[in-house]
């Protein structure tokens, strides 16, 4: 197992590295290919066909008809008739139903491309999130690979010396075993490696991850005080801005409900031409010409409009209460992201020291061993110690950079962290 897990690896690293694809391509690589965005942009185009549906609703209506009888009995003669007539028609008062149709269509194009906007947001911050993934993975892989390089070594030098007689058998399994976990965590941190560019990769709309591979880069958020976030949260989030203009989509249903308890009037002109043929060959026709207004007032409906009402104005608490969950939802986002942020940024600094510390322990637990004064146990705690102290501080830089996003996020502008406003 370990002969193949070392050429498995060999393989995996002797392949011709693939050209590294900055993360602001594969974030505009996202925002050009990816198909839910493109799905969620559609929804603009529907809102702008709902609203020149309602405008049409305002405007005038023209009708035709037209008719052709023919009879004939054993007491009259054949007889024809044709009739044609053209209508049109134009709301004058419709209780503001139609009015508040049109306002609640722009309304609808607003949110559409609010919640277009924030599906950007929302891309741009799981490229950006599956990107460091991606990075972290790669960095502990190469860590793994250095340790399982060193503690190789010093299988080999122990190896000789237990072939000459200098050191008993344990040393030797010890070594073993060392350098066989260490190939085991290269192996799993190569495998979560690609696993990462696989889901960087479906982000993009890519096929293939073959020619894909990422680069480090730094982040460009400095830590503030979080009540700015909040503030910028509040400000910004096109989500929590959809909100509101979906509670005003809500009020406006509850004026049109209310539309069922006024009357509606309209203007009508109209005009038909008849032609009837009662004797051979003979036709008679007879134009005529209409104008008027009309007007219906649905005085009693059993409840209905009024239950049309309480249900616009429960929909309306509902939608506000919607929204304040999602401020809240938001708040919380915030502050945890800048928790988080603030954290990762101390043990950055720990984990760097503690790094040096593990580099220094390795050199003297070496040197001592080179002298004769320590064992080789010794070498290998170190050469361990230093390998988890190099993977923490992988793990910290990278958290540096995912809490960067997650706040920016919460924030309402993910491209901040990439040093885009």
Not at 262 to 272: C, E, F
Request: overall charge negative; proline content about 2%.
């Amino acid at each position: 197992m370990k002969k193949f897990l070392t050429a498995l690896l060999m393989l995996l690293l002797s392949t011709p590295p693939a050209q590294a694809l900055p993360v602001q391509e594969a974030v505009q690589t996202a925002l050009t290919n990816n198909p839910n965005l493109q799905r969620t942009e559609q929804s603009i185009l529907v809102a702008e066909k709902s609203l020149k549906s309602a405008r049409g609703k305002k405007g005038v209506s023209v009708s035709a008809s037209g008719n052709v009888n023919a009879s004939k009995t054993e007491s009259t003669n054949h007889s024809e008739r044709v009739s044609t007539g053209l209508s049109a028609s134009l709301p004058l008062y419709s209780g503001k139903r139609l009015e508040t149709a049109i306002k609640y269509a722009e309304l609808g194009i607003e949110v559409s491309k609010l919640d277009f906007l924030q599906a950007q947001d929302d891309l741009i911050y799981q490229v950006a999130t599956a990107y460091v993934n991606a990075l972290e993975n790669l960095a502990t892989s190469k860590v793994d690979l250095e340790t399982e390089k060193n503690l190789a070594e010093h299988e080999k030098m122990i190896a000789a010396q237990y072939n000459a007689g200098a050191k008993a058998k344990i040393d030797l399994l010890r070594a073993q075993v060392e350098t066989s976990n260490a190939l085991q965590d290269a192996a799993r941190s190569h495998a979560a490696y690609e696993v990462a560019l696989t889901n960087l990769a479906a982000l993009m709309s890519t096929d293939s991850i073959a020619t894909l591979t990422v680069e480090d880069f730094e982040t460009r958020l400095e830590l503030g005080e979080v009540e700015n976030y909040l503030t910028e949260a509040t400000e910004n989030r096109c989500d929590l801005k959809s909100d509101a203009l979906k509670i005003e989509q809500g009020e406006l249903n509850v004026v049109s409900a209310k539309a069922g308890w006024l009357p509606s009037v309209n203007a009508n002109v109209g005009t038909d031409l008849n032609a009837n043929n009662s004797s051979p060959n003979r036709w008679h026709i007879t134009p005529d010409a209409s104008a008027g207004i009309s007007a219906s007032w649905n005085i009693f409906d059993s409840g209905v409009t009024r239950a049309e009402v309480d249900s616009a104005k429960v929909e309306v608490e509902r939608l506000k209460l919607a929204m304040d969950a999602d401020l809240d939802s938001v708040q919380e986002s915030v502050v945890t992201a800048h928790k988080n942020l603030k954290i990762a940024l101390l043990r950055l600094t720990t984990t760097q020291k503690a790094v040096e510390l593990a580099e220094e322990e390795r050199y003297i637990a070496t040197e001592r061993y080179n002298a004769g004064e320590g064992i080789l146990l010794d070498i290998l705690d170190a050469e361990v110690a230093l390998s988890t102290a190099k993977k923490n501080n992988v793990s910290a830089r990278h958290d540096v950079m995912r809490y960067s996003f997650d706040l920016a996020h919460a924030a309402g502008n993910t491209l901040h962290a990439l040093g885009k406003n």
